[in-house]
């Protein structure tokens, strides 16, 4: 009796412990990493379901679910993550996806047939495959391969009816598709030339003739494609000719004259019409945070929303009979959620509840603060700031600063279940969006073209410096810098080239040397390598090689005296795993301290949810033995 009463005394404190949790605190690290991710949805050509990834269940995977929300069906079961879905808009037992292997980027494309519930590779293996889109009238799938040379990507139409391809244009350049007219004879492609510049181009498909659009002879400028009028006659195109900012503006055909359609003191990022015109869609990046205007064509008033969260409210576009609206909601506090209104009946209706397998809850987790800063030469950085909600009086902060991957990259206010549940251990959170980030103009993402390790990692070491003076409660002697990709080799630069700057550093599949990393860079990126030398330099000019010998932290690994954990990929074909070996291998010779995860199943980054657990909880053990935290802590 007495076992018996025990038993159930501990069920019940159990149970307690489980579904109680009165604040972020109270959970454990896997309750964070249970909210979960919706992406790459797709209608049905009923318009009665949606096609969507989620790694719900831990890894990406497809699934159907009605429009109006319920249910999910698994499409497939694999091993490897499958990253997108294209429900064929004129047959419904044909729903496309890209996946890869081990993440290894070599994304191949697949369809699924759904009535017999099976799947078939269409591209070779050890190819890349890019999907680029649907056809006006929905019989055709376009998508670009480097099959028949790894170095370019030609692209194909994919015929549903027969299911055979043709290849519609052979790229021996850095072209690609980037606009398919409605009558499919005509396309818009894009010209990459540097990371300042680039041209568009007109193909004729029927006589293969190639015209130019753009050039640079009035001055260095970015030209993206956006979208046909609809009757064809006007191109509208994102550019930042004559601007620091991307405008909108449109390149009348037949009187050969350009104007200005739309402005504004940021980046307009995308514009489009929807299926059938009605719609006219303008997203315009504010500060991080995208601001979004939707013309009706029919009434020119724009298109009122219905009321939604107080967050990010970016509408991703219309179904093709223009019924539906996809909207997605993300913000600190919401990982992304997804709604469908419905235009007919003015429904708003919710598809996701992305907390809906964690007993973390919105309201246990905290929000951002957008902060400007001073640098070492005055340039004014902006960061986002995360911190305690209920820190304990006299209590001092740990302080994190996360530096973003690319560099050509924007961190921006969003959830992550790593910066909330370092908030909610006491950490202060600092991302800044260093010079070299996009979103800030055109010289404010030019900034860093050679610098690496240099003004950058001054960016951050003055932010360490802000964060001492503004905020009290900070305790930047124990102050840890930690990104991913570029912001990973930050890390490893500020080990090294600021050695005492921090008290440890935590690497995700950075490069320790600007030479290796040129060197092994994917076949199809060697068409592009102009970009890197603009951006890090030309090994083969003597000048840049002597400074990116200086830049490159695996040089100086002696240099480093404060802990450091690496996490890589064993099969990342942009950042080698090479790039780390070397590295630990040269601090480790030197008698550094030094913890190594390599993950034999993922890429660059992690996917698998089960790797994340076991990459983040190691960083947490590793920053409280190194930090003088308290097993409870």
Known sequence: MVGIYWSALAALVLAMNVT????????????????????????????????????????????????????????VTTGDAIMAVFWCPTDADKIFFTMDKGGDEDFRLHVFNVEAGTYKAL?????????????????????????????????????????????????????????ISQDDQTFILSEFINVTSSNLHVYDVRSGITTALTSQDEGEANYEFADFSPDGKLLYILTDYDSEFMRLVTYDTENEEWNVAYEDEWDVVSASFSHKNRYF?????????????????QTGEDLELPPLPNAEIVPLGFSRSERYLRIWVSSDNIPGDQYIYDLETYELIKLTNLFDQSQ????????????????????EIPAWIYRPANLGWGKRAPVVIEVHGGPMAQQKAGYSPWIQFLVSRGFIVAAPNVRGS???????????DQKWGEDPLQDVIYLKHYIADAYAEADTSRAVIWGGSYGGYMVLAALTFAPE??????????????????????????????YLHTEIGDPSNPADSARMYQQSPLYFSDRIVRPLLIVQGRNDPRVKVAESDQIV??????????????????????RRRENKLKAYNA???????????KKVD
Do not use: C
């Open 20 to 75: 109680h949790a009165g604040s972020a605190a109270d959970l454990p690290l896997e309750e964070f990493f249970k909210t979960y991710k919706v992406a790459s949805m797709s209608f049905s050509p009923d318009e009665t379901r949606l096609a969507f990834v989620s790694d719900k269940f831990g890894l990406f995977q497809p699934y159907t679910m009605p429009v109006r929300g319920g249910e999910w069906k698994p499409l």
């Open 123 to 179: 591209t070779a293996e050890k190819s890349v495959t890019d999907v680029l889109g649907w056809s006006h009238n929905g019989y055709y799938l376009y998508f670009a391969t480097n099959e028949r040379d790894g170095q370019h990507m030609d692209t194909y139409r994919l015929d549903v009816r027969t299911m055979e391809n043709v290849r519609v244009f052979e790229n021996n350049s850095t072209f690609t598709v980037v606009g």
């Open 281 to 297: 869609l303008i997203r315009v990046n504010e500060d991080g945070v995208s601001r979004v205007q939707i013309e009706d064509t």
């Open 360 to 379: 973390l809850k919105p309201d246990m987790l905290v929000k951002s603060e957008l902060v400007r800063y001073e640098s070492f030469d005055g340039t």
């Open 438 to 448: 996009t979103g800030y103009g055109k010289s404010y993402y030019l900034a860093d």
């Open 501 to 530: 700057e921090f008290a440890l550093g935590l690497d995700w599949v950075g490069p320790s040397s600007l030479f290796t990393l040129m060197e092994s860079v994917p076949s199809y990126w060697k068409p592009y390598i102009k």
């Open 585 to 606: 291998e040269a601090a480790r010779k030197n008698g550094k301290e030094v913890e190594y995860l390599i993950f034999e199943d993922e890429g660059h980054g992690l």
């Open 619 to 629: 960083m947490y053990d590793f920053m409280r033995a190194n930090l003088g935290m």
